[in-house]
C-alpha cells in the first residue's frame, strides 16, 4: 500500500473511474463476481423497453420495489475520500459508471456520470426530465401494494418479482405531452451519450494518471479509457477486488476492498504533497 502511495503522490491530475465496487459496501448489490462473471441474468436491454409494452411493465414493477434501496442508501468512507482528494484540487475528473448518485451526495462536484442517474427519468418525446422521487409516489397510487411486495434487491435499482403478475403493472407517462417515460440511465444495448464520452477524452488528455477504483472494467464503456490512457503512456492505478478486463495495463494494482484501503491512501497523498510543499517552502 505504501509503495502504491509513493507512486501515486507524484502525480497532480489524477483521472478517476469508479465501478460497482465503490457502492457495494453501502449496501447496492453488483452484476459480477470478483471473476467478472455474471451473478445474475443480463439486465433490460435498450431495444426491449423502447418497443415492448410488456418490457416496460416488467421494468416499471420490478423498479418500484428496488428503487427503495437505492433512495435509503449512503456514500461511505471510500466515496468521502474522492470528495476529499477533488477538494484538494488533485482529480482531473471523476468518471463514474455507476447511476446510484452516491458521489454527489459526498460531495464531489462535477461528476461524469457515464451511464447515467438513476435518480432521474427522462421523457422520450418531449425530453423533459423528472424526478425519480416523485415517479414512486405516481408507481405507488396506481399499482397499490406493489411497493409493499418481499423481493430480493439487484443492483441499478432493480428486484426479483417475477413471480408477480405484470400484466396488471400501470406504466408511467409523461404528465407533459403523454409520452414514454425511461430511467435516465443507459440500458444495455444502448451507447453512451456521444458528447459525455468527448467529455471524458477531453480530461483525460489533461491528466497524467488514471486510477481504477471498483470496476472489473468488464463493460467496454470504461476499459476504452484505460486502453486511451495506455496509449498516451499515462500510468494506470487500480483498486479493485479480483480480475479485471486492464491487470495487463496496470502499473500498480492493490487487490483490496476499496472502504478499507482508499481512505488511507487519499490520507498518505496528501500528506505526500504537504510534504513536497514544505520542502519547496524551504
Same mark, same amino acid.
Given at each position: ?138 408507481? +405507488? &397510487? ?5 411497493? *409493499? ?6 443492483? /441499478?435499482?432493480?428486484?426479483? $418479482?417475477? =413471480? ?79 480480475? +479485471? &478486463? ?5 502499473? *500498480? ?6 472502504? /478499507?484501503?482508499?481512505?488511507? $491512501?487519499? =490520507? ?15
Amino acid at each position: 500500500m505504501q509503495s502504491f502511495i509513493d507512486r501515486l503522490t507524484q502525480h497532480r491530475r489524477i483521472w478517476v473511474l469508479t465501478g460497482a465496487g465503490i457502492s457495494h459496501p453501502s449496501g447496492i448489490p453488483v452484476y459480477r463476481n470478483h471473476h467478472g462473471e455474471w451473478l445474475r441474468n443480463v439486465p433490460i436491454q435498450h431495444a426491449d423497453f423502447i418497443s415492448k409494452q410488456r418490457s416496460r411493465q416488467r421494468y416499471w414493477a420490478r423498479s418500484m420495489v428496488g428503487w427503495q434501496l437505492m433512495d435509503r442508501a449512503e456514500p461511505n468512507p471510500a466515496h468521502r475520500a474522492l470528495a476529499r482528494l477533488e477538494e484538494r484540487q488533485l482529480l482531473a475528473q471523476l468518471v463514474t459508471q455507476n447511476v446510484d448518485t452516491l458521489h454527489q451526495q459526498a460531495g464531489s462536484n462535477g461528476v461524469i456520470a457515464l451511464h447515467g442517474r438513476v435518480d432521474q427519468v427522462i421523457c422520450l418525446q418531449c425530453h423533459g426530465v423528472f424526478s425519480r422521487a416523485d415517479l414512486q409516489s405516481i408507481l +405507488t &397510487r396506481d399499482n397499490p401494494g406493489l411497493h *409493499e411486495y418481499a423481493a430480493r434487491a439487484l443492483p /441499478d435499482g432493480d428486484a426479483d $418479482i417475477d =413471480d408477480y403478475d405484470m400484466t396488471s403493472v400501470k406504466v408511467p407517462v409523461c404528465d407533459l405531452c403523454g409520452g414514454t417515460l425511461k430511467p435516465n440511465v443507459v440500458f444495455f444495448g444502448d451507447s453512451v451519450p456521444k458528447r459525455r464520452v468527448d467529455q471524458c477524452v477531453a480530461s483525460l488528455n489533461a491528466s497524467d494518471a488514471l486510477l481504477v477504483v471498483g470496476s472489473s472494467l468488464q463493460v467496454y464503456s470504461g476499459y476504452r479509457f484505460c486502453q486511451l490512457a495506455a496509449e498516451q503512456g499515462k500510468p494506470i492505478y487500480c483498486i479493485n477486488l479480483g480480475e +479485471t &478486463r486492464a491487470d495487463h495495463l496496470f502499473v *500498480e494494482k492493490l487487490e483490496a476492498d476499496v472502504v /478499507d484501503t482508499l481512505p488511507g $491512501i487519499v =490520507d498518505g497523498l496528501l500528506m505526500g504533497i504537504e510534504k513536497d510543499a514544505k520542502k519547496q517552502r524551504c
